[in-house]
T-cell receptor
Framework: AQKITQTQPGMFVQEKEAVTLDCTYD???????LFWYKQPSSGEMIFLIY??????QNATEGRYSLNFQKARKSANLVISASQLGDSAMYFC????????????FGAGTRLFVKA | SAVISQKPSRDICQRGTSLTIQCQVD?????MFWYRQQPGQSLTLIAT?????????ESGFVIDKFPISRPNLTFSTLTVSNMSPEDSSIYLC????????????FGPGTRLTVT
């Protein structure tokens, strides 16, 4: 069965510094997608970045990059140059391939950016 | 991106009553998904709603408690029936858009409090 693990309930980072949010996953399906979402206090879910299991390069979207280590089954999110507006809950998620659309989410990491 | 609206945005309900949540998408989609996020928790998929067929429920969720309608390709409703305080959660609808179908978008959520 597929599983997503986020072991950091909370993280603090100084404004303008980089931070890494950890995510490990488990699946027996060779085809899968990995996602990161941001959830501010307003409650909306904001899609940040996607990594496919067959992608050769790590995904990047602006200040967000995904450190994909397939052999270790990890998909850490790196936020560079943190901003106060980055303070939010961050969820790692996975969807298996084969035409399935069910996404499972990790427990989340709450990020606090300090001025 | 997909524009998704939900009604109501929040509600406070008495135990034993029912609430119907509406989800409207700005374009036609095959599948719509309903998630629950209990306080301080991650997202859990309740069911998948396809137009013209019965919804598919995940383990732990049943149709009698969470009946779903999908009358057309842009609209769905989720009813939370015979509510108890344990049903207090954020309920989110979600769709997939994009050629690669990895782009998953969420509605703003409905914050339900059951007293």
């Amino acid at each position: 069965a597929q599983k997503i693990t986020q072991t950091q309930p909370g993280m603090f980072v100084q404004e303008k510094e980089a931070v890494t949010l950890d995510c490990t996953y488990d699946t027996s399906d060779p085809s899968y997608g990995l996602f990161w979402y941001k959830q501010p206090s307003s409650g909306e879910m904001i899609f940040l970045i996607y990594q496919g299991s067959y992608d050769q390069q790590n995904a990047t979207e602006g200040r967000y990059s995904l450190n994909f280590q397939k052999a270790r089954k990890s998909a850490n999110l790196v936020i560079s140059a943190s901003q106060l507006g980055d303070s939010a809950m961050y969820f790692c998620a996975m969807r298996e391939g084969g035409g399935g659309f069910k996404t499972i989410f990790g427990a989340g990491t709450r990020l606090f950016v300090k001025a | 991106s997909a524009v998704i609206s939900q009604k109501p945005s929040r509600d406070i309900c008495q135990r034993g009553t029912s609430l119907t949540i509406q989800c409207q998408v700005d374009s036609q989609v095959t599948m719509m998904f309903w998630y629950r996020q209990q306080p301080g928790q991650s997202l859990t998929l309740i069911a998948t709603a396809n137009q013209g067929s019965e919804a598919t429920y995940e383990s732990g969720f049943v149709i009698d408690k969470f009946p779903i309608s999908r009358p057309n390709l842009t609209f769905s409703t989720l009813t939370v029936s015979n509510m108890s305080p344990e049903d207090s959660s954020i309920y989110l609808c979600s769709v997939y858009r994009g050629a690669d179908t990895y782009e998953q978008y969420f509605g703003p959520g409905t914050r339900l409090t059951v007293t």
